[in-house]
């Protein structure tokens, strides 16, 4: 990367972290408006402040999606303190860094429910960090809200009713875009998955859906790096030792950066079709080095959605950040604004009765109108895919021949839920 490509991406990086590290408005009562593009309320705000916890993975490989995470929550809980608080009172939001490790998340979900006394949780970004604290929240009757884990399992095994999960989950995702895939010609196919949960998880499912779809295919090589990867050369010649035809790829943040930088010298992507997480922030982040041609997919990109919502909130976070907003900051924002349509919806802070009041909820999201289905809190929401190209009026890569694959028809279906529910 030359002198120039990395002052870039440094300042990038740089004004996200800046802006994660905005406190919130002082004054909750100040005016403002209740959401992008709405009028701003003058309901008095009053009475002890409801906490609610972000605990998110805002450090190392996976901050570019912490911080997003952090920028969005911070962006509603603001709104909706400017818009009169949630049932009259003032919202506050506590933040910590799971450093993408179970016990500390744990610790953590701990601290924030009997020490802090939240009302909810929000957050992580790591699936195995997610797994973990779930539990917390389940003996605790404390509601936690998915927007960027994803892990099956949350839905599924570790399921309980005070779970919901807010983006596309891990099956819903792997066999969106193996949908997406599945009519290009390649048969010899090779995966590149970080070492965990989420990797192994979203693998299977798109090898299991692409199987399906297209019996002929046949999966050449395995490759599944640690998360947190900084040498990916061996990954690389290993896969192109098997020649395939095509590579999927589940890394994401800053794994995917260093792959598709290391990649690039090694002919890579000439050699191969590949498809991976090409969302938002990482886009951003390689600028001029985002491979051209190759497919991303990703949970809600902003110049993919069209709803009613998305204009205002692009509009409202570039003035408020100066960045564009990337999947992780819309689907935090998302589940916070979840969260408090239900305690609205619900009348006060009791546990059940918001479950009660979420389950079969039609929210108007950023991404749309989505349903919260009954059985597993999984929110009916879309799966995005693209071919990357640069794009001169935004001034990053984005896609084009936009593929949106609607969350009822990749989720699993009721009976699969309950064969694997407890």
């Keep these: 990367m030359n002198r120039r490509n990395r002052a870039a991406v440094a300042a990038l990086l740089a004004a996200v972290s800046v802006a994660a590290c905005q406190p919130a408005a002082s004054n909750p009562a100040s005016p403002g408006s209740a959401g992008p593009g709405s009028s701003a309320s003058t309901t008095p705000i009053s009475g002890d402040p409801i906490k609610v916890a972000l605990i998110t993975d805002s450090a190392g490989s996976t901050s570019l999606f912490g911080v997003a995470n952090i920028n969005g929550a911070r962006m509603a809980v603001d709104e909706l303190n400017a818009a009169g608080g949630v049932i009259g009172r003032p919202v506050d939001l506590i933040v910590r860094d799971s450093k993408s490790k179970p016990d500390v998340g744990v610790q953590l979900t701990r601290d924030a429910i009997l020490g802090d006394k939240v009302s909810a949780i929000f957050g992580p970004v790591s699936s195995a960090v997610a797994a973990a604290m779930t539990e917390v929240a389940k003996e605790n009757k404390t509601p936690i809200f998915f927007h960027t884990s994803n892990t099956q399992r949350l839905t599924t095994e570790l399921f309980h009713k005070y779970a919901f999960m807010v983006g596309p989950n891990t099956t819903m995702e ?241 009976d699969e839920v309950k064969a694997q529910q407890p």
């Design 174 to 414: 792997g066999r969106g875009n193996a949908i997406g895939v599945a009519k290009l010609p390649y048969k010899k196919w090779a995966v590149i998955a970080p070492d965990y949960e989420f990797g192994h998880l979203q693998s299977e499912a798109f090898v299991n859906k692409l199987k399906e779809l297209r019996p002929d295919v046949e999966i050449v090589a395995e490759q599944y790096p640690k998360l947190g990867e900084k040498e990916f050369t061996p990954v690389i010649t290993s896969v192109l030792a098997a020649n395939p035809e095509a590579v999927y790829s589940a890394n994401f943040a800053g794994d995917l950066i260093t792959f598709t930088k290391q990649a690039a010298p090694l002919g890579f992507f000439d050699k191969v079709f590949f498809t991976s997480l090409y969302e938002t922030d990482a886009l951003q982040a390689l600028g001029a080095e985002a491979p051209e041609g190759v497919r991303g997919y990703s949970r809600a990109p902003f110049y993919a959605i069209d709803s009613p919502a998305i204009d205002g909130f692009v509009s409202s976070y570039r003035d408020r950040y100066g960045v564009y907003p990337s999947d992780w900051a819309i689907m935090a924002y998302d589940a916070m604004k979840l969260w408090a349509a239900g305690v609205e919806k619900s009348g006060d802070l009791d546990p059940d009765k918001l479950v009660t009041a979420l389950e079969g909820y039609e929210f108007d999201s950023v991404r749309g109108t989505v349903t919260i289905r009954p059985i597993d809190h999984q929110a009916s929401v879309s799966v995005y895919s693209g071919t990357v190209k640069q794009d001169a009026e935004i001034g990053f890569a984005t896609w084009t021949d936009i593929v949106i694959t609607p969350g009822d028809e990749v989720w699993l279906s009721e």
